[in-house]
């Protein structure tokens, strides 16, 4: 995942996105046939997806699910600033707070500096019971302090699972950036593979879905505890491969699909 700078605010964490970026996002999908499920076409019934973090991966994926027929609320603590965004990707798409991302999401995607998380936690934890947490985040000590450190030393998925125990997390989109995301979606042939990791078989169920309508093929790579495996730094960070060739990195059975 795209990193920011050090020194990056809370506040612009939680706001990430706006403005020029925002109108490319929303006019980034090609329109030639897909490999996976078409835009506009769900695999499943359309969820309802609130995004906290707007900004590269956020508004990028984001993007990519309300052209699948999902219908998305993007937030900032300035929602005005999305406007760009939101408007260029129709009626399935809303600008709002992130307290209304919440609300609005059965599947709520984070994907801020981790370092905002033990925030995010304080301000809305208690409102993610039930709910799908996709994480996006990744832990850079140089930006994030001692909250990466932190989440480093415990493993990033049980981290993060520990900021927010009533909801069910899946690590998912953490691995690149948003420009391969961008430029891999529903590419001809073997799609890009998407590693994911989660305790809740329902919920990965659910998160394989929603990768699988944003043009990428998941592969489940375990519970929490090994969401190391696919962590930055990790062997399985950074890699632009189909999901065979991740799976023979990660050594995994073929038959985890």
């Not at 964490?13 to 030639?32: E, N, Q, R």
Request: net charge positive.
């Amino acid at each position: 995942m795209r990193t920011t700078r050090p020194g990056t605010t809370r506040r612009a964490a939680l706001m990430m996105g706006s403005g020029a970026m925002a109108a490319s996002v929303a006019a980034m999908l090609p329109s030639s046939s897909r490999a996976q499920s078409s835009p506009g076409v769900p695999s499943a019934a359309p969820s309802r997806i609130g995004i906290i973090g707007s900004g590269n991966i956020g508004g990028a994926i984001g993007s990519l699910w309300v052209q699948a027929g999902h219908p998305v609320l993007f937030s900032s603590r300035h929602p005005e600033e999305l406007k760009g965004l939101v408007d260029g990707l129709g009626s399935l798409a809303r600008a709002g707070t992130p307290q209304e991302a919440v609300a609005f999401g059965d599947v709520v995607f984070v994907a801020v500096p981790y370092g905002a998380m033990p925030g995010i936690s304080r301000e809305f934890g208690s409102a993610f019971g039930g709910k799908v947490l996709l994480d996006a985040c990744n832990a850079v000590a140089g930006r994030d302090g001692e909250v990466a450190n932190a989440a480093n030393a415990k493993g990033i998925g049980l981290a993060t699972a520990g900021y927010f125990p009533s909801a069910r997390v899946v690590r998912a989109f953490n691995t690149l950036g948003v420009n391969v995301f961008k430029a891999q979606a529903h590419r001809p042939g073997a799609p890009l593979a998407v590693p994911i990791a989660g305790d809740d078989p329902n919920a990965i169920t659910v998160a394989s879905g929603l990768v699988r309508d944003a043009g990428f093929e998941p592969v489940p790579v375990g519970p929490l505890a090994r969401a190391t495996e696919f962590a930055m730094g990790s062997r399985g960070f950074g890699q632009a491969l189909d999901a065979q060739q991740l799976r023979q990195l990660l050594s995994l059975s073929a038959s985890r699909s």
